[in-house]
């Protein structure tokens, strides 16, 4: 069996070519997954520079007390520096307020944050969590049920994030901690029905096993389809248009792929946007709208939840599907200096089709009209 499970992480990790010169973190909370995740690094010779332990300060003392210790001694015994990252005293709660989120979702985006941040100024290449398919298995039916468009399953790699375990179950990392001699701690948090995930664990997934005991195979074979389709997903681009921020995405790449890719492509779009910039709810009617836009005739401009979408109409480069945020458009229009006047003939400014006079943008059909409106900021080059 301890075979088996390296040879599973082994794999993931060979998969996404990191090798063991490269730096790593661990997401270290002392449970089954993270120790399994940490011990097999060490034996299969991973560089691990430290396991970050972040503390949520939740839970009592005595219980924090106790883990805390129990880790230092596990990560003595593997030789790997052990850190303690505390959160400030009600920040979690503060920012589940603040974001109209969860606790537990509140936890889980500070301590990524925590996370990366470290790896930032340690230098590490990628942080190695301990999720596996059971918190694959609660995620993908919490999704199904709230409605999402989105293929959400938690993937293998999204960088700076590596999580070889998503093939392995939570009883696997408990067998495989007592093999290797090692005991680990376990979260009492876990056992409560105060957060969505336990609810989920707890109720829902028992009675879904006791129908059908073998459902979470089948959901594995459906990711596995699903991230077969994926491979040719679609990137979305940082870039800028008229001097504005903005996400890109080639038409010419939305053309060619699947349906699933395409809603996909849309989806990752509008999430690449911080939410406190727009309303952050999209519905199908939104994305087909925007869907839409590939036409070849197509010349709107759609306002989605505080987001601007439109299609590049420039001969010169690859048509595009262009996402601004309302805020950016409108901070623009405030910074501009109402003394300095662009629309003159021999006033140029740069733009994504080359460099052209600033009266003619102005008339311009084929240049989207919020774009027009603004050739007078004066944070636009002219050249």
């Avoid at 063991?20 to 690094?41: M, Q």
């Avoid at 400030?88 to 985006?109: C, F, P, T, V, Y």
Wanted: aromatic share 8%; proline share 2%; hydrophobic share 35%.
């Amino acid at each position: 069996m301890i075979y088996q499970f390296e040879k599973k992480i082994q794999a993931i990790l060979n998969k996404y070519e990191i090798d063991k010169t490269t730096p790593l973190i661990c997401a270290f909370s002392g449970g089954a997954d993270s120790l399994s995740t940490l011990i097999a690094l060490k034996k299969l010779g991973y560089n691990v520079k430290r396991a970050i332990y972040v503390n949520h300060a939740l839970r009592s003392k005595e219980e924090l007390d106790r883990e805390i210790i129990l880790n230092r001694e596990n990560a003595k015994k593997l030789n790997v520096a052990f850190e303690i990252k505390n959160t400030k005293s009600g920040e979690i709660l503060s920012k589940a307020k603040q974001d109209n989120i969860g606790i537990e979702a509140a936890g889980r985006e500070l301590r990524l944050s925590i996370l990366e941040q470290e790896m930032n100024s340690g230098g590490e290449s990628f942080i190695v969590t301990g999720h596996n398919r059971n918190d694959r298995d609660e995620w993908d039916i919490i999704s199904f049920f709230r409605g999402s468009l989105k293929n959400t399953t938690i993937p293998y790699c999204r960088k700076p994030f590596i999580r070889p375990l998503l093939n392995t179950t939570h009883k696997d990392a408990e067998k495989y901690c007592k093999l290797c001699g090692f005991e680990y701690s376990e979260d009492s948090t876990n056992k409560s029905e105060d957060n969505l995930r336990s609810k989920i664990r707890i109720n829902l997934i028992k009675s879904i096993e006791n129908v059908f005991p073998s459902f979470t195979n089948a959901l594995n074979i459906k990711r596995e389809l699903e991230e077969f389709d994926d491979e040719k997903q679609i990137a979305t681009q940082k870039s800028e248009y008229f001097g504005l921020e903005c996400i890109a995405i080639n038409i010419a790449d939305m053309k060619n792929t699947s349906a699933r890719n395409k809603v996909n492509a849309v989806l990752n779009a509008f999430s690449s946007f911080d939410k406190s910039s727009y309303g952050g709810r999209f519905a199908l009617s939104d994305v087909r709208e925007v869907l839409t836009l590939i036409g070849e005739n197509n010349s709107k401009t759609l306002l989605i939840s505080g987001i601007y979408v439109f299609k590049t109409r420039c001969f010169l480069s690859e048509e595009k599907l262009i996402f601004i945020s309302k805020r950016t458009v409108d901070n623009a229009f405030v910074r501009r200096d109402k003394n300095e006047v662009y629309a003159e003939e021999n006033i140029k400014i740069k733009t994504p089709c080359g460099t052209k006079s600033a009266l003619k943008i102005l008339k311009d059909k084929k240049v989207p009209r919020i774009i027009r409106g603004l050739i007078k900021i004066s944070d636009i080059k002219n050249i």
